[in-house]
T-cell receptor
């Protein structure tokens, strides 16, 4: 158990809809990362937050947004969903947000857009 | 453009033998490299890392080799055990603005046969 909690584990929705993925980091970790893993693809970095502030942005679509709340949990919002958004979405956390630290990953949210 | 490539989607080895997983990168700015292991229905877990100032790092049965001139790294597992069967992701990082980002490869499925 990594200590990172992601909910829900599975999500099935239709094109055009909006969903919210939730992540609770390990106790004490200030930084949260979101990654997307599509079929046969590596993990694509989406966005990183540190202590409530956006720290780094990757290939995150404009239809996607995220935030980190004062209690350090994070939410990833995906809107106007398309079939191609179907993927496994991982959240990870680390203590201070430097990439030389180990990242601790949650078990992911499997999103299926039908 | 894939900056981190794992060209072998799968690898099978016999228990007790050596497993060699390979990874190539194209971005010469990468200065820190990691391997993560992923079991089904779980998030990736950190395995081993290496800084660009070294060419080898060892941790028990796991050794990572870095060849900077060839922009190539490899993970050696000796001896391989059935519990090592998992997907292995290579990842690399470089300073991007005020933060470091991890770029992952697409993964190699290792199967260790008893």
């Amino acid at each position: 158990d990594s200590g990172v909690t992601q909910t829900p584990k599975h999500l099935i929705t239709a094109t055009g809809q909006r969903v919210t993925l939730r992540c609770s980091p390990r106790s004490g970790d200030l930084s949260v990362y979101w990654y997307q893993q599509s079929l046969d693809q590596g993990l694509q970095f989406l966005i990183q937050y540190y202590n409530g502030e956006e720290r780094a942005k990757g290939n995150i679509l404009e239809r996607f947004s995220a935030q980190q709340f004062p209690d350090l949990h994070s939410e990833l919002n995906l809107s106007s969903l398309e079939l191609g958004d179907s993927a496994l979405y991982f959240c990870a956390s680390s203590a201070t947000g430097t990439v030389t630290e180990k990242l601790f990953f949650g078990s992911g949210t499997q999103l299926s857009v039908l | 453009d894939q900056q981190v490539k794992q060209n072998s989607p799968s690898l099978s080895v016999q228990e007790g033998r050596i497993s060699i997983l390979n990874c190539d990168y194209t971005n010469s700015m990468f200065d820190y490299f990691l391997w993560y292991k992923k079991y089904p229905a779980e998030g990736p877990t950190f395995l081993i890392s290496i800084s660009s100032i070294k060419d080898k790092n060892e941790d028990g049965r796991f050794t990572v080799f870095l060849n900077k001139s060839a922009k190539h790294l490899s993970l050696h597992i000796v001896p391989s055990q059935p519990g090592d069967s998992a997907v292995y992701f290579c990842a690399a990082s470089h300073i991007s603005g005020s933060a470091r980002q991890l770029t992952f490869g697409s993964g190699t499925q290792l199967t260790v046969l008893p």
